[in-house]
């Protein structure tokens, strides 16, 4: 039986246990008057019976039954809506992480066949040397998506388990310096200008800022256009270090800003997306700020674009 099926036998069992007991209450209520009305009469003829007495009894009566049904039907409305969201949040997971395996089947896929391809090329065909090179430049930015694909899923398993951040002083400016170089090479056509402030020591996790560094500047270029820069600067004012990158991509709308931090989500629909993802990045990144205890900001750029801003204490 489908899951909406289940959903609506959930919904009638409900009304049914609400109209039932509702139906109970009223009677009890009648059967409640009727004593009361019977004995009202008897007392008439009964000395011991005092009228009074018989009222105030009936009246606590009366609170008794309307409290428990107010308690009972209370309970039952938020037990409801309470299934009814828990329900809801299950279709949601299931959505996403479906749509989580399609993309990483897709994003598994392309990248494996191109490099087979590639290969074949260059084994079977006799090129010119600045063919060779254009192939291979493809076939390392393939490779390179395919790492961060794998390292993104193998991170996530990881920090659902509890990952073990092993914090040091790092110099930061020199693992972005180091990434920004490896991004450079694998992305040959893009342009990628940067101010990095030197001699940024924070007390941080290596590996993870590696893979904060790394989703953010994957991000940037793979939702700006080809042509556009993407800025990556690293400063340190007072005792915060500000690590921000820029695109000039279509911009992040106010009311998705949360929710791209969150696991596996994707803007947009399967059909309409053009870019390829598993949603997991940015989920990356939030916990990893997270854990160092920074803030995340997501500002607009203009006259376009994005700006991730990531901001970290200095260690003294
Ligand atoms: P993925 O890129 O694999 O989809 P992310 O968690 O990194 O997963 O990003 C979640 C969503 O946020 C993306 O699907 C995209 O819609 C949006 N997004 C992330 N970075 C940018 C950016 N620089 N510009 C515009 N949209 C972005």
Redesign the pocket.
Known sequence: MSKIKYRYIHILIVFYIIAAFTWWAILLYQRTLEIHELQLVLANFVEDMDPEEITKEFLKQKRMIMGEGLVFGLSILVSMILMSKAFLSEINVNRKLNNFLL?VTHELKTPIASLKLILQTLYKKDLEMSKCKDLIETAHEESTRLESLVNNILTVAQMDQSYNYNFEMIRLDNILNERVTRFRTAYSERKIITEINSNVEIKADRESMIKLID?LID??I???PSEKPVRIFLQTIANQVILSIA?Q????EES?KDN?LEKF????NEET?K?S???????I?NEIVNAHKGHLRIKDNHPE??I?EIEFLKSS
């Open positions: 993309s989703n991000n940037a793979k939702y700006s695109d991509g279509p911009g992040i998705e791209i989500y994707r803007i947009g997306r870019t993802g598993t949603g997991l990045g940015l989920f990144i674009g994005s991730f």
